[in-house]
């Protein structure tokens, strides 16, 4: 099965970029990696996902380097509402684990 | 837009008393899951549907059965709740199951109080 590893929590200030890294041991060849966001009392919410290279949407960057063994989420200019916790399973596992706690602070 | 609704949001229970939470998703995917997330924890696959008539075991799967009604519907049964299940219960739906099969969408969550 894939393993995630993800650091547990991340501060930050207003206005900075953020990066939060994951590790994803034995991914699969054909499997995706994906990024969620979840505020309090709320149900995870997808935000990016991406296979290799890069992916930008209107929220995020994805880096995926080619060995594919890790996944870096990219958040520009981070304002106090992007405070969530933050997870990256894959599809073939689905599995979410702890994810990273990001606190933004003013 | 309804996506995935879950019921109840919220329900306390005795040890021993046994329910069942609902999910229904309108989006006609194949795919449901039920999660779990203890207080301060991430989530916890319980079981999933990768498609209707199918059901299989997650992370956690001990104390729990599941029933795929039907396309839309899949609930997630306590036969005799334990206070070791106190927690929030998501349900989740996915176009189809592994690689390529799409996003999640998540309900809500049921909060279950076990005493």
């Known amino acids: 099965l894939a393993k995630t590893t993800q650091p547990i929590s991340m501060d930050s200030y207003e206005g900075q970029e953020v990066n939060i890294t994951c590790s994803h041991n034995?991914?699969?060849?054909?499997?995706?990696i994906t990024w969620y966001q979840q505020f309090p009392s709320q149900g995870p919410r997808f935000i990016i996902q991406g296979y290799k290279t890069k992916v930008t949407n209107e929220v995020a960057s994805l880096f995926i380097p080619a060995d594919r063994k890790s996944s870096t989420l990219s958040l520009p200019r981070v304002s106090l509402s992007d405070t969530a916790v933050y997870y990256c399973?894959?599809?073939?596992?689905?599995?979410f684990g702890a994810g990273t706690r990001l606190t933004v602070k003013p | 837009n309804a996506g995935v609704t879950q019921t109840p949001k919220f329900q306390v229970l005795k040890t021993g008393q046994s329910m069942t939470l609902q999910c229904a998703q309108d989006?006609?995917?194949?795919?449901m899951y039920w999660y779990r997330q203890d207080p301060g924890m991430g989530l916890r696959l319980i079981y999933y549907?990768?498609?209707?008539?199918?059901?299989d075991k997650g992370e956690v799967p001990n104390g729990y059965n599941v029933s795929r009604l039907n396309k839309r519907e899949f609930s997630l049964r306590l036969e005799s709740a334990a206070p070791s299940q106190t927690s929030v219960y998501f349900c989740?739906?996915?176009?189809?199951?592994?690689?390529?099969?799409?996003?999640?969408?998540f309900g809500e969550g049921s909060r279950l109080t076990v005493l």
């Open positions: 989740a739906s996915s176009y189809s199951q592994g690689a390529g099969g799409g996003e999640l969408f």
């Open positions: 989006m006609n995917h194949n795919s």
């Open positions: 034995n991914i699969a060849t054909n499997d995706y």
């Open positions: 549907s990768a498609s209707e008539g199918t059901t």
């Open positions: 399973p894959s599809y073939n596992d689905m599995r």
